[in-house]
Every structure is written in C-alpha cells, then in structure tokens.
C-alpha cells in the first residue's frame, strides 16, 4: 500500500513586514538609550566633565598670563599672545576630549557590562559605536563652548557669525576622527591602565608638535616637520584663521605656510575629511573583528 502526501510548491508567508523601516527606528532608539546612560553616569558623576572644561581653562590662564608682556607682533601680527593661544586651547580641548572618549567602554568592558550589551538582542552592535561617538561630541562641543566664552574674558575676539559653521566643522571633524581611534584602542588594550598611560603619552606630544603654542617659524627645523604633518596644526590655523580674518574670509586664501607649500581653508576641511575616512575605515575593520 503506497501513501501519497500532497506537496505544496509555493509557500508564501502570512504576514509582511516592512524590515527596513522597523531596522532605522530600533538602531535610533538603541543609541538614543544607550546615550541616555553615558549622560545619566556623567550627571552622576561630574567629575569627568569638570576636569574636561578645568584643565584646558588652566592652560589658557597659565600660559596666556605666562606670556602676557610678550610683544604684541611676535608671534603674529595685530594681535596678543591670549589672542594667539586661545585657537590652539580650543582645539586642544575636543582634541583631549575625544581622546578620552575610550574611558566609559573600557570600564564597560572590565565590569562586564560590555558582555551583557553583545549578548543582548541589538538590532546592530554598532549603535555601541555610534553612541560612543555622539556622546562624545556633545561632551566635547560643552567643554568648546566654556573655552569659547572664557577667551572672550581674556581678551580674545568673537568668532565672526558667518563662520560658526564652519567652526563647528572643523570641531566635530576633529572630534569624530580621534573618537574612533580612542574606541578602537579601548577593544584592542588589555586594560585601562594602559590606555590611560598611552593618553598620557600621546596628549601632550601632540600639543608641543602642533602651532597651538607658537608659530611655525619660531620651531627648530626638525619640530616643524612634525608640527606640519599634525592634523591638529591644520585645524588650528584653520580655526585661528577665522578669527584673525573678522567676516572677509574665504577657502581660497592661504592659511598656513609650510615646507611643501601653502594650505587654505577648504584644502584643511578636504584634508580632515580624508583622515576621519581613512581612520573610520581602520577602526570599523578593527571593531568588526572584536564585535564579531
């Protein structure tokens, strides 16, 4: 006796979703949620953001009040040296800023809260990333603004209003490209005692070897080399630029001067997109491997 069971050829399935839709909303939500708890743990702990706005402010006091009686066309024209140094604090503090950045996700990842966000039901673990990366921008554009209002105590002038955009761009430029890099030494260090270290290491290095402190021709040869191959040099002139040029600026018009020739502001914009995108592409092969 033989049994013959009916096939069915076409299998639809009862209900459609719109899978694109329901992706969007649920990544959003889970970086608005994670975010949320970076900003409740800072509200909780202020310390952090505190130190973030102090130590950049004593820079700006001690050096500026160390170089007060400096001659006012030393380092450059029609201008004091308060004027000259607030650029580079400014830039030095999203610098420092997002360096740090890696700190919460290496706590996260010794105290096994990191684990448990793996192996939770995330639609993506990059919104861990990305979380990381818009808190920190906020942190660091607060910490900017308080740098801002206190150079314009000290004696500095107002960024002009049509160049605020392009201020901003610059900031976050810088902000997002050492985020990443802080995030992917916080997967890739052992602990944070060694990232801490290695922040140390680098922070200062970093702001001797940039204009953030004097110009380029007051270097030896061998330190400007450096200084002009420092992304923050460029970010700093640029920023310097637009205060220096009141509302006549332009990307066209040369910023800085160095060995190999002469930067404008729209080749320094250029210039910082092409570095956040290669280290993006870096750090996104670095976290995917760690991720996965």
Known sequence: MTFIFPVQTDLKPILKFEATRVFSYS???EIQALVKR?????????????????QPLLWLVLFGGLFYNTPVN?????????????????????????????????????????????????ISRSSIIFSSAVFMTCIS???????????????NSSLPLNATLIFCVIILLITV?????????????????????????????????????????FMPPWLQLIASLNPLSYAIEGVRYLYYSSVNWNFTESVIRISWGEISLGQIIILLVILDLIGAYIVSNILKAKLN
């Open 177 to 217: 490209g050492v985020t990443m890099l802080s995030l992917a030494l916080a997967f890739t260090l052992p602990g944070h005692i060694e990232l801490l270290a290695l922040i140390l290491v680098v922070n200062l290095p970093f702001l001797f070897s940039s204009t953030a402190l004097a110009p380029l021709y």
């Open 27 to 29: 990544i959003i939500q």
């Open 141 to 155: 554009l607060i910490q900017v603004i308080f740098i801002v209002i206190a150079s314009l105590f000290m004696g």
């Open 74 to 122: 030393l380092f450059t024209i029609n201008t004091t040296y308060n004027c000259f140094l607030s650029s580079g604090i400014i830039i030095f503090t999203s610098f420092t800023g997002a360096l740090n950045s890696g700190l919460p996700l290496m706590f996260d990842r010794e105290f096994g809260f990191l684990n448990r966000l793996l192996t939770a039901p995330l």
């Open 38 to 54: 970076l900003f409740l743990q800072v509200w909780r702990r202020p310390a952090t953001l505190m130190a973030g706005i102090i």
